[in-house]
């Protein structure tokens, strides 16, 4: 109990906490979590932990457990400073699927921005700030659609969990071109004949047809621009399925 009061302290009264154990000059809770943010962004989670943390800001270990006890809480603290940072746009007025596009690309441009955040656990999220204003927001965009309260819940979570699939497999495109040196068409240009050389036309009659005319028409054989594009408005439709369907219920009664 003492741990998980401490935690939530530490999201919601930073500055009460550091009051009380006193202050070192130029050191804060918020800039200990801007430095792991910084440290996740740069080389991923794997990259954060409390000695390096504290070694990147100047300070021995000891010195970084007087303003977060350990990593667990350094992350969910380091989770929670994003989500409250995230651009929010206006949605009331908004017809439902500009909304949730408009949810989707907030979530897109989030995990773009710090891939490390669709590597945390979504079932123990940080109940901070940051987190509640996020979740309240989106809430909001399904306002009107006629969902009740758990078709709400379970319909956002199925929109930000394909929104976080799509944005990490774009990451991990990069990430592949960039240890590679080798952009998509280089890469192709250099086994494609080769494949081609070995491959049986005859065997795989439907992977030939389907391949060439998708390669054709995205020009490679993943385009994570439009995998997430095609993606979303699947999503948008099968949600959009359930909504008519509560609305037509109760159009019925």
């Known amino acids: 109990m003492a741990e998980a009061r401490r935690t939530i302290d530490l999201l919601w009264f930073p500055e009460a906490v550091e009051r009380k154990r006193g202050r070192r000059p130029g050191l804060s809770v918020a800039r200990v979590v801007d430095t792991g943010i910084a440290l996740a962004d740069a ?86 700030p940051g987190l509640m204003a996020k979740y309240e927001h989106e809430l909001r965009a399904f306002d009107g659609c006629g969902l009740d309260d758990v078709e709400i819940d379970s319909a956002l979570t199925f929109l930000i969990g394909f929104v976080q699939s799509a944005a990490r497999a774009a990451a991990d495109a990069r990430a592949a071109a960039g240890r590679s040196h080798e952009t998509d068409w280089a890469w192709w240009q250099e086994r494609g004949p080769v494949f081609e050389a070995v491959f049986d036309r005859h065997a795989y009659p439907t992977a030939t047809r389907v391949g060439a005319a998708a390669g054709a028409a995205l020009g490679t054989a993943y385009d994570p621009a439009h995998a997430y594009a095609f993606g979303l408005q699947r999503v948008l439709d099968g949600l959009g399925a359930l909504i008519d369907s509560r609305r037509s219920g109760d159009a019925g009664r």
Do not use: C, F, Q
């Open 43 to 128: 080389e991923g989670l794997d990259a954060v932990s409390m000695r390096r943390v504290a070694g990147e800001l100047g300070v021995v270990p000891m010195t970084l457990y007087t303003y977060v006890p350990d990593k667990a809480t350094l992350l969910e603290l380091m989770l929670d400073r994003v989500y409250l940072a995230m651009p929010r746009v206006p949605l009331p007025d908004r017809p439902w699927r500009e909304r949730l596009t408009a949810i989707a690309e907030e979530n897109r441009a989030l995990v773009e921005n710090h891939p490390w955040v669709a590597a945390m656990p979504a079932n123990r999220p940080p109940l901070g």
